[in-house]
């Protein structure tokens, strides 16, 4: 009898740990909101590493959701001005230079942003991480002295997504995205992001610096660096407009 008890108490410890794990989309949840919150306003400084060059592009975004964000470039004086909108299904680039308000296309949501390895869709957030994909945990695994949940993301079938898959390491402690590989269709290695300098920003710890390295151009890589995050500030809908592309400064 005493054997029986053993198993049945066993048996209820395991079924409460197998209860408190998180789903593979619940983790990739987490640590988007963790990113994202209901909205947020961030000051950026990306820096564009070439084997002969380099340059730096300073950027302020706004974002809520996953249907608006919004992009001003404060530096350099050459792009100084120009403006990239999504909201909902449209994305929209002003160029104050010419005076000319764009369409973009949804083909170039893979193209390099601003000559970087950083694409149109990792500014915008064109592609939803939690509703566009399917999620499969892989397991756990260190990732950069990090204890991780390793994630393969699949796009559904319909989801308009320039990746063939994702893989994402996400720390078990604060759901940060420590790595992500990118993947194209062929299942061939496209870039890599790595993510580290933990800092506190607004009401949360998140990772500020970010290294995006693609995979078949040695030498090649675009540094990110969060300067300022403010989450969960009131933004308007109305914000995000074309109207508000032409004056935002």
Not at 58 to 82: C, H, I, M, R
Not at 158 to 182: D, H, P, R
């Amino acid at each position: 009898m005493k054997f029986f008890k053993v198993l049945f108490i066993l048996a209820i410890v395991d079924i409460s740990a197998h209860a408190q794990q998180p789903t593979a989309k619940e983790i990739v949840k987490k640590a988007y909101d963790l990113m994202q919150g209901k909205t947020n306003e961030s000051v950026i400084t990306m820096t564009i590493v070439r084997p002969t060059w380099q340059r730096s592009i300073s950027f302020k975004t706004w974002g809520k959701g996953n249907e608006f964000s919004l992009a001003l470039v404060t530096d350099p004086a050459k792009e100084k001005g120009q403006v990239f909108l999504k909201r909902k299904n449209e994305i929209w680039n002003w160029v104050p230079s010419i005076q000319r308000m764009i369409k973009l296309p949804a083909s170039m949501m893979s193209q390099g942003w601003m000559g970087s390895d950083f694409t149109n869709d990792d500014l915008l957030k064109a592609a939803s991480i939690v509703e566009d994909y399917e999620h499969t945990l892989l397991g756990s695994e260190v990732c950069n002295d990090v204890e991780c949940y390793k994630i393969k993301l699949v796009p559904k079938p319909n989801a308009a997504i320039v990746w063939g898959s994702l893989i994402k390491w996400i720390s078990k402690k604060g759901y940060m995205q420590i790595k992500t590989e990118f993947y194209d269709e062929d299942n061939q290695l496209v870039k890599t992001e790595s993510a580290s300098i933990i800092k506190n920003m607004s009401d949360r710890d998140i990772p500020t610096h970010f290294e995006i390295i693609p995979a078949d151009k040695p030498g090649n890589k675009t540094e990110v660096d969060l300067e300022k995050v403010v989450f969960d500030k009131q933004i308007d809908d109305s914000y995000f407009s074309q109207q508000n592309m032409k004056s935002i400064r």
